[in-house]
T-cell receptor, first 112, second 117 residues
């Protein structure tokens, strides 16, 4: 089955700096890669996703890149703000809308 | 996105008892899943809830321990049976987009936080 590795497990950045989280996956059949943000006491919230037919996608301060050859994808958050502090999860699946395999999560702390 | 309501939001349970978690969606959805998130950990898929048929369980999860019902396209239940402290987790319902508008995203409820004493 699919295996998703996520790094780093914790990330501390100064407000205004950028944060980068990296994930690798094992199943070459995976073609849908969402990112979720989970705040304390809440369920995961989808923040951005990318499908295998594109290499990059951007939404305001958030961007995701995908390298299918190397089987890795990354989340980039620019101009970080304290409200970006949360746990971020990457995930992979073989089809959008299908079951997801999650990475281990990254706890991001943005220091004011 | 679909609005997902889970009940209970949290509960404290005694060892050996069972608890049923409900997931209600505000629109008909094709795909529904149940995940477990152990304290400080990532999300692990328990099973896919299939409407009108038996759920499809992932390796390590069995129907006797986690029976699931899905009587229609807007509702599902997960029961955690014969609980032990190791079952203390957040249980999350996840659904796909509304039927007929499948954009591929999966959305999560707020979760049900169970503590087993």
């Amino acid at each position: 089955g699919e295996n998703v590795e996520q790094h780093p497990s914790t990330l501390s950045v100064q407000e205004g700096d950028s944060a980068v989280i990296k994930c690798t996956y094992s199943d070459s059949a995976s073609n849908y890669f969402p990112w979720y943000k989970q705040e304390l006491g809440k369920g995961p919230q989808l923040i951005i996703d990318i499908r295998s037919n594109v290499g990059e996608k951007k939404d305001q301060r958030i961007a995701v890149t995908l390298n299918k050859t190397a089987k890795h994808f990354s989340l980039h958050i620019t101009e970080t703000q304290p409200e970006d502090s949360a746990v971020y999860f990457c995930a992979a699946s073989q089809a959008a809308g299908n079951k997801l395999t999650f990475g281990g999560g990254t706890r991001v702390l943005v220091k004011p | 996105s679909a609005v997902i309501s889970q009940k209970p939001s949290r509960d404290i349970c005694q060892r050996g008892t069972s608890l049923t978690i409900q997931c209600q969606v505000d629109s008909q959805v094709t795909m529904m899943f149940w995940y477990r998130q152990q304290p400080g950990q990532s999300l692990t898929l328990i099973a896919t809830a299939n409407q009108g048929s038996e759920a499809t369980y992932e390796s390590g999860f069995v129907i006797d321990k986690f029976p699931i019902s899905r009587p229609n396209l807007t509702f599902s239940t997960l029961t955690v049976s014969n609980m032990s402290p190791e079952d203390s987790s957040i249980y999350l319902c996840s659904v796909g987009a509304r039927q007929g508008l499948d954009t591929g995203e999966l959305f999560f409820g707020e979760g049900s936080r169970l503590t087993v004493l």
